[in-house]
């Protein structure tokens, strides 16, 4: 009935030595998948979508919708 | 000394809900105050749930492993030989007394401590007849209680709504107006 004495000391730096490499880890991977996955996607989707409008064209579509207060549809 | 207070405000608190009865610290009571057998063998002349706090107290508590006295104070004429044979070497023991001298000492052991409970069922239970509780209060004030809804939420004014935002093109990018097809006037 004579077990093995427990460790005593060093739990914590065991610990440490143990999980702080893989929280690095997962931190890093995280960072990257977000910026790979949402932020780089985002910024190209912005730059292909001004690339193509046409600034004055929108403008007039809203005009004539009649959003505006400043300037009211042509007509009238 | 901080495990006395502490096990003196355990005590209070279950000495209390013993009075009032609570369903759920019902096996705490159980667990911690004496039963009238067990009363004897402590050599305590208490008739009802009343105990002396100035005298040092046993207590069963994982967080605090050794109580201010023996759980057995008062000892027959076997467990004070036991005792006495205790004083020499230990080796000298048997398993079964060295067991009975353990159980003189302490009442539960640490599993018996941790054993579980039903007391889950009951907090689940509880839970959910005070949701269903809830749930009638709130539709009685969905009733009688709040005002009629404002216009702006009737199909033909969202649907206008929907319109302008289109016409503003409220996030085109990404968001709202992406999802609208301007040249063939759907939805995406």
């Not at chain 2, 107290?57 to 023996?70: A, F, G, I």
Request: glycine share 6%; aromatic share 10%.
């Amino acid at each position: 009935m004579s077990l093995a004495k427990p460790a005593m000391r060093g739990l914590l730096g065991k610990r440490l030595r143990f999980h702080l490499p893989i929280a690095f880890a997962l931190s890093l991977v995280a960072a990257a998948a977000f910026k790979y996955g949402v932020t780089e996607p985002r910024k190209q989707a912005y730059a292909d979508f001004y690339k193509q409008y046409d600034t004055t064209k929108e403008f007039n579509n809203m005009r004539e919708a009649g959003v505006f207060e400043s300037v009211r549809p042509t007509g009238k | 000394m901080m495990s006395s207070k502490e096990a003196r405000s355990l005590k209070m608190l279950h000495l209390t809900t013993g009075r009032v009865g609570c369903l759920l610290s019902k096996q705490v009571v159980v667990a911690l105050t004496s039963s009238g057998a067990r009363m004897s063998s402590h050599g305590h002349h208490e008739v009802s749930d009343s105990v002396d706090m100035s005298q040092p107290m046993y207590w069963d508590r994982l967080d605090t492993p050794l109580p201010d006295r023996p759980w057995k104070d008062v000892l027959d004429s076997t467990d004070k030989s036991l005792k006495q044979k205790e004083k020499g070497p230990w080796t000298a023991l048997s398993k079964e007394e060295k067991i009975a001298l353990y159980r003189l000492k302490f009442n539960h052991t640490y599993p018996e401590m941790k054993r579980p409970s039903h007391e889950w069922k009951t907090v689940i239970g509880g839970m959910f007849i005070v949701f269903g509780i809830t749930g009638l209060v709130v539709l009685w004030q969905c009733h009688y209680v709040y005002p009629p809804q404002p216009h702006t939420f009737g199909e033909e004014w969202q649907a206008k709504q929907v319109q302008r935002m289109l016409d503003m093109q409220i996030n085109p990018i990404e968001g709202f107006s992406a999802q609208w097809d301007y040249k063939n006037k759907q939805w995406k």
